[in-house]
Each structure stands twice: as structure tokens, then as C-alpha cells.
């Protein structure tokens, strides 16, 4: 059952406690032997539970040149639900309220009467879920009639909304062609799903176009899928809606989420809700439906102006002057109720509370050493105390690396934050002697590679992720052979041409050393006769695009 108020316990913690925000702490917790019940416990295989410590921070900081005022956070909360059990929930600061919306979802609504210029606030929440791979049956023989669409599922789930349009000429004679009312719902289902697979094409684009925009186009991000799927289905006679959720991306050790993940459901008579992520091959089998154990739900239902969240599925904010935002999901490996205690009580933020400074916060968490300090370190290093920000610039580095770079990249607005990060990252880097171990692939010699801009040197990738992340726009770790010292080198597309972008830490930020077009990629060869030197345009996204 759910208790919300604050944490009580015995625990005898370390109570390291440092008035960073003048904040309470509130608390919803819950320990069960298991998932919530389903009632028709054959119908829902469970497999592989993962259990992970998850932390979903709204960082908001002042505009420079004026206050943000009356602020609204929304978070939704993640619940007990088959596949997934949350053992706690911790709320900072105290929510205004927590509310239920009609689709079942739990809404925390935060308040920050006013921000000052540059002031940085945090509201977050910090869970301890374990989850479950999820295997869906449709089997005939589990049919159950407590699986009936009721009217409250008509009239929440067939509905029309700006992002389906399920009644433009264009959704109904689609709809009407792939799946015809005339077959069963479980067919119609698998056949949108199949046609979805087909003609779409996964694309970030940066937008949430409505279905018929999608579908034309073939192209769409998870949620564009999602809106796709849902239109077709409830075009077709059957209750869809989607779920929103923040994404493990990492087996072991910390991570961060920053793009989450949607997909959409479907409500078969008989057998109640089951799972479509059609970006997942692995999602439909003969007769089951499969969900990995790799997310944790935040809430099941649909979307619109009028509802705090909008069409977003985790986290708004809102205001009379918004602030400046950054929204980010942190997970790793699970703590103990007590170590989780030790870590918010080391940031200021337990049952009792101190004097102490930001400073001494941030050296309480960097000599508790634990991947879930994290998040809090964070919060010291956008904090005014440069001083103290560099340690735990430090610390972070310390703790996990590739953490660290996603920190960087996430404060790019803030540059006393972004400043500290770098310098950590560059004195990091610098000096190491070796390569890191690995195959390394040559791409472009020194003599070419901006030597009057005084750029890092010759610089190589590992063979595996030139073969495995090739034209996909990702991040690599690259390597300067001059300098010896990792560098930041980011690939993307210009028409038919690769780009590379390579930067070097220096102090305020990153700096742009070269910009290359090159034909292809190949671990086979090397680049330096094909590569061709040309202007350095700022910002660097002109070529991009």
C-alpha cells in the first residue's frame, strides 16, 4: 500500500545534514513480496528482476536578467503494476499535492514561488524499483471475461485527440486496409504493428508530429510511432493508448536517461491490456507479447493542452517566467534503504538537518564514494562555490566517466557549471601515456588536421565502434595521438557525406579543433589522402542539417 508523508524509521545513518535548499523531504515507500497483483497471474510471465536505485532531477536555474516566478513541476510517479514493484519513493522537496488523474496516473505537483537570476533549484524524486521482463500471453485458453471493454475504456481509449485525427480521410482508409473490422481485435493489432514495422523508420527529428504527418512522411521518433500506433488502432475499432517511461541504458553501473522511451498498448478482449513497442522486433511473438525489464513505467494513458503534462509522459514545468530547465533520469545499481538514507542525510537532504555549507556536501558525498551521490554532486557543481564545485567536478570524474561527460553536455547553458566539469575532464585526460586498451583505427594524419589552429593531434577510434555506431550521429571517444589525451568526436550526416566533429576540453567548455567531411568510414583503410579540410563554421550545425 502506498503511505505518503515523511520517512520514519530507526535507521542509524549518517545524519551529515546541510541546509543546502530550504526544502522538506517527503516520502512514499512501499516493500512487498512482489509485483502488484493482476489477478490472472498465468496470463503475465515474469522473468529476469533488475533492481535499480533511480533518481529524476528537474534542474531549473534564474535567467540572468530576471526572476523566474511562480513555478509548476509536474513529475508522474511510478506505481506498483505488473512488472515492476517500488520498494520506495522519496519526494524533494514536499510537493504541493499528489494527485490520481483519470487514467490512473500519480501526479506530484511542485511550487517555486520565485527563482532568482541564477539561482539553481532542484526537484526530484528517487525511487528503489525492481522490474521484471514481461511475457504477455494471448493464448485461447487464458482468455478471461473479466477482460471486457468497459464504457470507461470506450470512452478514454476510442476517443479522437489532435495528435490521432482518427477521423481524416487518410487514417480511416489506412486503417481500413491493413486491419478491417471484420477481422478479430488480437489480428488487427499484430497487422498495424507489422505495417509499422514496415514503412516506418526510426528518426529523432526533434518534434512530436501528429499520425497522419508520421505516416506520410515514414519516418518518427518513439513517441511519433506511438502516435501512429494509437490513431490506427482506435481508427480500427480497438482501445490503444501509450506508455511513458524512463529507460535503464546501461546492464551494470551508473547511467543517465535522457530521451526516455514511449510505446503503445492495446486492449484485447479477453486478455486485457498487452504491450506494443513497435521499434522492438523482439515485441510480438506467436502468441505473447514481450516487454523487457529495462524500464520503469511512470504512467499508462493519453495526452492533450489540458492536462498538466501535455503530450509529455515524465516531467513539465511551467511558469509565468520559466526558468531555464534541464531534465534528466539517473539509475544505478540498487542501495540498501539505509545507504540511501546515508547519501541523502551526506547532501542535506535526510530527516535532520544542519548548517553546514554546499561545500561540505559536496565532500560528504565524495567521501561516501557511492554511484548514487551522483545526482546530489551535481547539484554542488551548479551550485556558487567554485571551489567547491571543482571537487565535485572531481568526485564525478571519479565516480564514473562516461556520467560525467553526460553532466557536461547537460549543463552547456550554464557555464560556471560546464567550466568546472571540462577542467576535470581535460586534467583527467591529459598525460595518460597509453591509448586506452582496445583496436584503434587511424582516420586522418597530423599534417592535415588544422595545424595552424593548433588543433589535438592525429586522432583514432575503436574498431568496434566504427563498425557498430557508423552513421548514427553518436558520440565516440576519440583519441589524440599528439597529445595523448582523449577528445570528444562526434559523427553525423551531411547528405551523402560524414562529417566529424572533434572537440577538446578547455576551460569554459568545449572547443571545436576540426571539422572534416570525409565519403565514407572504413575500418579498412585510412583517410588522410580522402579527407578534405574545409572552413570552421560556428555554429557547427549549419553543415549538419
Same mark, same amino acid.
Given at each position: 500500500m502506498w503511505s505518503e508523508g515523511t520517512a520514519v524509521g530507526n535507521r542509524v545513518v549518517l545524519r551529515a545534514a546541510v541546509a543546502v535548499w530550504g526544502f522538506l523531504c517527503s516520502s512514499v515507500s512501499a516493500e512487498a513480496s512482489g509485483p502488484a497483483s493482476t489477478g490472472d497471474a498465468n496470463r503475465i510471465l515474469l522473468t529476469k528482476p533488475m533492481t535499480k536505485c533511480v533518481v529524476a532531477t528537474y534542474r531549473m536555474v534564474g535567467h540572468e536578467q530576471r526572476p523566474a516566478t511562480d513555478v509548476h513541476c509536474y513529475f508522474h510517479l511510478p506505481q506498483d503494476e505488473p512488472g515492476q514493484q517500488v520498494l520506495d519513493l522519496r519526494l524533494i522537496p514536499k510537493p504541493r499535492e499528489i494527485t490520481t488523474d483519470p487514467h490512473g496516473r500519480r501526479l506530484a505537483h511542485f511550487v517555486i514561488p520565485r527563482l532568482a537570476p541564477g539561482q539553481h533549484v532542484p526537484v526530484r524524486w528517487i525511487a528503489r524499483a525492481r522490474t521484471w521482463a514481461t511475457k504477455t500471453s494471448t493464448a485461447a485458453s487464458l482468455r478471461s471475461p473479466q477482460h471486457r471493454i468497459t464504457p470507461s475504456i470506450e470512452e478514454l481509449y476510442l476517443a479522437d485527440g489532435p495528435k490521432y485525427e482518427i477521423r481524416s480521410p487518410y487514417i480511416r482508409k489506412l486503417s481500413a486496409s491493413i486491419a478491417p473490422k471484420d477481422k478479430p481485435p488480437l489480428a488487427r493489432v499484430r497487422a498495424i504493428y507489422q505495417h509499422l514495422r514496415e514503412n516506418l523508420r526510426y528518426s529523432r527529428g526533434g518534434g512530436w508530429d501528429k499520425a497522419e504527418t508520421v505516416l506520410r512522411r515514414g519516418s518518427g521518433s518513439c513517441s511519433e510511432y506511438t502516435f501512429a500506433f494509437v490513431a490506427l488502432c482506435?481508427?480500427?475499432?480497438?482501445?490503444?493508448? =501509450?506508455?511513458?517511461?524512463?529507460? !535503464?541504458?546501461?546492464?551494470?553501473?551508473? !547511467?543517465?536517461?535522457?530521451?526516455?522511451?514511449?510505446?503503445?498498448?492495446?486492449?484485447?478482449?479477453?486478455?486485457?491490456?498487452?504491450? %506494443?513497442?513497435?521499434?522492438?522486433?523482439?515485441?510480438?511473438?506467436?502468441?505473447?507479447? =514481450?516487454?523487457?525489464?529495462?524500464?520503469?513505467?511512470?504512467?499508462?494513458?493519453?495526452?492533450?493542452?489540458?492536462?498538466?503534462?501535455?503530450?509529455? =509522459?515524465?516531467?513539465?514545468?511551467?511558469?509565468?517566467? $520559466?526558468?531555464?530547465?534541464?531534465?534528466?533520469?539517473?539509475? !544505478?545499481?540498487?542501495?540498501?534503504?539505509?545507504?540511501?538514507?546515508?547519501?541523502?542525510?551526506?547532501?542535506?537532504?535526510?530527516?535532520?538537518?544542519?548548517?553546514?555549507?554546499?561545500?561540505?556536501?559536496?565532500?560528504?558525498?565524495?567521501?561516501?564514494?557511492?554511484?548514487?551521490?551522483?545526482?546530489?554532486?551535481?547539484?554542488?557543481?551548479?551550485?556558487?562555490?567554485?571551489?567547491?564545485?571543482?571537487?565535485?567536478?572531481?568526485?564525478? !570524474?571519479?565516480?564514473? %566517466?562516461?556520467?560525467?561527460?553526460?553532466? $557536461?553536455?547537460?549543463?552547456?547553458?550554464?557555464?560556471?557549471?560546464?567550466?568546472?566539469?571540462?577542467?576535470?575532464?581535460?586534467?583527467?585526460? %591529459?598525460?595518460?601515456?597509453?591509448?586506452?586498451?582496445? %583496436?584503434?583505427?587511424?582516420?586522418f594524419d597530423g599534417k592535415r588536421f588544422l595545424a595552424d589552429e593548433g588543433g589535438p593531434g592525429p586522432f583514432a577510434v575503436r574498431d568496434s565502434q566504427l563498425r557498430n555506431d557508423r552513421g548514427k550521429g553518436t558520440a565516440w571517444t576519440g583519441y589524440s595521438t599528439t597529445d595523448r589525451c582523449v577528445i570528444d568526436l562526434v559523427f553525423a550526416r551531411a547528405g551523402s557525406r560524414q562529417v566529424a566533429l572533434v572537440f577538446a576540453a578547455q576551460g569554459e567548455g568545449l572547443s571545436l579543433k576540426g571539422l572534416y567531411v570525409t565519403p565514407s568510414l572504413s575500418a579498412n583503410s585510412h583517410h588522410s589522402s580522402n579527407t578534405t579540410d574545409i572552413p570552421l563554421l560556428t555554429p557547427p550545425q549549419q553543415l549538419c542539417t
Open positions: 482506435r481508427a480500427a475499432g480497438v482501445p490503444a493508448r =501509450y506508455v511513458g517511461s524512463t529507460q !535503464c541504458r546501461r546492464a551494470a553501473g551508473p !547511467c543517465f536517461d535522457r530521451s526516455h522511451h514511449r510505446w503503445g498498448e492495446a486492449f484485447i478482449e479477453g486478455h486485457g491490456w498487452v504491450p %506494443v513497442d513497435v521499434l522492438k522486433r523482439s515485441c510480438v511473438g506467436p502468441d505473447y507479447f =514481450y516487454l523487457a525489464n529495462k524500464y520503469l513505467i511512470l504512467g499508462h494513458g493519453d495526452g492533450g493542452g489540458d492536462r498538466p503534462l501535455g503530450w509529455h =509522459y515524465t516531467a513539465a514545468v511551467k511558469g509565468k517566467v $520559466r526558468p531555464r530547465t534541464d531534465r534528466e533520469f539517473f539509475w !544505478c545499481d540498487a542501495v540498501s534503504p539505509a545507504q540511501l538514507d546515508a547519501v541523502l542525510a551526506a547532501a542535506g537532504l535526510g530527516e535532520t538537518r544542519g548548517d553546514r555549507s554546499a561545500a561540505e556536501a559536496g565532500d560528504a558525498l565524495s567521501a561516501l564514494g557511492s554511484p548514487l551521490c551522483i545526482p546530489f554532486l551535481t547539484d554542488v557543481l551548479y551550485g556558487a562555490d567554485a571551489s567547491a564545485a571543482a571537487r565535485a567536478a572531481r568526485a564525478l !570524474c571519479d565516480l564514473d %566517466v562516461a556520467c560525467a561527460r553526460t553532466i $557536461r553536455y547537460a549543463a552547456r547553458r550554464v557555464p560556471r557549471a560546464r567550466g568546472a566539469m571540462s577542467a576535470a575532464l581535460e586534467a583527467r585526460s %591529459v598525460g595518460a601515456a597509453r591509448r586506452p586498451p582496445g %583496436v584503434w583505427v587511424d582516420l
